[in-house]
């Protein structure tokens, strides 16, 4: 850790400032207060401040080297302790040793030097005391600033993983169910087989391929749900029923890439899935003047008990559209009836003016 | 001698898939088509087929709860794009576990083992080892249980469960709309269960941590758990340490 006094052109002359200001102090109480001849108290002022300036610098190290640990510590009162003995006893040693060399046939300045050691040691205890809160105070500011640093660094690498495992958010089952599909018209329906393999692979190139950061047309998307729901009607046939509702001006608006995707997931894993009657999947899009609403609607059977897991697409769309948006409240969901309703509010424009296509 | 058989999917294709292949195999015959769990479970019950062609997450019942309530099932091959319930499906004496898509040979395969069990009544146990060693997941735990009563299938969530009782060879659930009795053990609830949940405060009783709304000194060596719904169960002095344990108190 570099020392705080010596970070920068400002920081030194702070600190070299500040002793000068107590020099300035020290010399006026003996000019104006003691009437001590000027070059006496000029002297005095010197020697003393010169040498607490040089030895709160070395404080530093004091403090440095008692930090870690526990700080309420025996071994902390110890060092400190003893280092403020030993400066007390040097500065004012010397300076007095000093003095006295100097002014030797002063009597009556001796004599009031003599009288003032009390006093300089006290001082001498609140100037270490000062100094050394400020050194503490310095390398508190630090490590917050470090925190804080590592802090937002964290957040930063959070999201850029938890990004690319919403991206790898295809459901293997989807997949592994749809392969069987192909395996079976293969050999019943084979025109409607390749059909099939033609929009699943359009499906995952589109998932694969788009960066989970970016945003497109909401009309690339819908196409994409389109694909979806094709395949999976031709899994499910009569019981899966899609009507879309959208203005036409939706279309050219932008959403992140596969935020709706999970959506319709979820529609079809609690609604298709988990019912023996047909099940409607209706999607709406609305446009107001800086955003525009999309609305998701299933059947569902209520008297099925909810399975785990049901819930974490949603959170992590919520999430997604938190960090894009800065905002938490753009997805709600209702239940009504025995339909479930999701609905997206997205912005014109997120936050940070990334808009890629 | 053909033997009959039942294929119950919720997707077409997929029953499609094994009609078309069992066609080319002699001797079975397909005598009924399911979509949902609960069709499965009644076709089961009224044609007592030989074999059955099962999937696993299906409406209304899973193949799963299909198959537990059955009084003596058939044949059951397991056909499912997930490959985690295999230990499951075996421990329920599943005779094959195919898992979507699969190989006509693969198919015929699984047709072939279950053949040969009907033909002679004895399960070809080695290869069933051979697949549970090599399957690699880890058992899942309840979500929901389906009990049969006289006329209806129940099914409900774990998190309804107040608290279970041993009774003899069958195990009754306490919910709050009433008891449902079930053919298991104690011990298959207590390693099916969330261990943080599920608590095995005695010998013959498994309890909610939510259900409980205080535990008194029974006499020296007991305890007694207060449940919200008024009940009193017992608690064994292992079974308090484990409450204690998992409650943190």
């Given at each position: 850790m570099i020392h705080p006094v010596f970070q920068n052109l400002r920081s030194i002359s702070v600190y070299f400032g500040t002793w000068i200001l107590l020099a300035g102090i020290h010399f006026s109480i003996l000019f104006f207060q003691f009437r001590i001849p000027l070059n006496i108290s000029l002297a005095d002022s010197l020697i003393y401040n010169g040498i607490l300036c040089i030895i709160g610098i070395a404080i530093w190290y004091v403090i440095r080297y008692s930090m870690p640990g526990n700080h309420a510590g025996f071994s902390f009162i110890f060092n400190h302790f003893t280092s403020l003995v030993l400066l007390l006893v040097f500065w004012v040693g010397t300076g007095y040793a000093s003095l006295n060399l100097l002014f030797r046939d002063n009597t009556v300045y001796l004599n009031f030097l003599g009288l003032s050691i009390p006093y300089r040691f006290v001082i001498g205890i609140l100037l270490y005391a000062f100094i050394g809160l400020g050194y503490y105070l310095i390398i508190m500011y630090r490590d917050l600033q470090d925190k804080a640093k590592a802090e937002t660094r964290l957040n930063e690498l959070l999201k850029e993983s938890e990004l690319n495992m919403l991206k790898s958010q295809i459901n293997p089952h989807f997949l592994f169910n749809s392969l069987n599909s192909i395996s079976s018209l293969t050999i019943t329906d084979p025109g409607k087989a390749q059909e099939m393999v033609i929009k699943l692979s359009e499906f995952l190139r589109y998932s694969v391929s788009s960066n989970i950061n970016t945003f497109t047309t909401l009309e690339k998307e819908i196409q994409n749900i389109q694909r979806y729901l094709e395949i999976e009607k031709i899994r499910f046939g009569e019981k899966l029923v899609f009507e879309f509702a959208m203005d036409p001006g939706c279309y050219s608006r932008y959403v992140p890439v596969m935020i709706l995707q999970p959506l319709f997931e979820n529609a079809i894993k609690h609604g298709v899935y988990e019912s023996i009657e047909p099940v409607k999947v209706i999607t709406g899009c609305k446009t107001f003047a800086d955003y525009f609403e999309i609305r998701i609607s299933n059947d569902f059977d209520p008297s099925v008990p909810a399975r785990k897991g049901s819930g974490i697409g949603l959170k992590n769309i919520r999430e997604r559209l938190r960090l894009m948006y800065r905002n938490d409240s753009l997805l709600k969901t209702f239940i009504l009836n025995n339909v479930f309703q999701v609905v997206l509010t997205i912005p014109n424009k997120p936050v940070e003016n990334n808009l890629k296509q | 001698m053909t033997y009959k058989a039942i294929i119950i999917d919720d997707e077409k294709p997929a029953r499609d898939i094994i009609r078309t292949f069992l066609k080319d195999i002699a001797g079975i015959e397909v005598i009924a088509e399911c979509s949902d769990g609960f069709a499965g479970l009644k076709a089961i019950q009224d044609m007592k087929p030989d074999l059955v062609f099962l999937d696993i997450q299906m409406p209304k019942l899973t193949g799963f709860e299909v198959l537990e309530l059955?009084?003596?099932?058939p044949l059951i091959i397991f056909s499912t794009a997930y490959d985690q319930y295999a230990i499951r499906a075996f421990e329920m004496n599943a005779t094959d576990y195919i898992l979507k898509p699969y190989s006509r040979e693969r198919f015929i395969q699984a047709v072939g083992k279950a053949v040969t069990k009907l033909q002679n009544g004895v399960a070809a146990q080695p290869e069933v080892q051979m697949l549970i060693q090599t399957a690699d997941e880890k058992e899942e735990l309840l979500q929901r249980i389906a009990v049969k009563t006289r006329h209806k299938v129940h099914v409900f969530g774990v998190n309804e469960i107040i608290y279970l009782e041993a009774e003899g060879d069958y195990v009754m659930i306490h919910i709050k709309d009433g008891n449902y009795l079930k053919e298991k053990t104690m011990k298959y609830f207590e390693s099916h269960l969330d261990p943080e949940k599920f608590i095995r405060i005695h010998r013959s009783f498994i309890v909610n941590?939510?259900?409980?709304?205080r535990i008194e000194l029974y006499d020296k060596e007991s305890y007694a758990v207060l449940l919200k719904n008024g009940a009193s169960l017992k608690a064994s002095t292992s079974g308090y340490k484990l409450l204690k344990q998992i409650l943190h108190m």
């Open positions: - | 059955i009084e003596n099932p941590a939510e259900a409980i709304e």
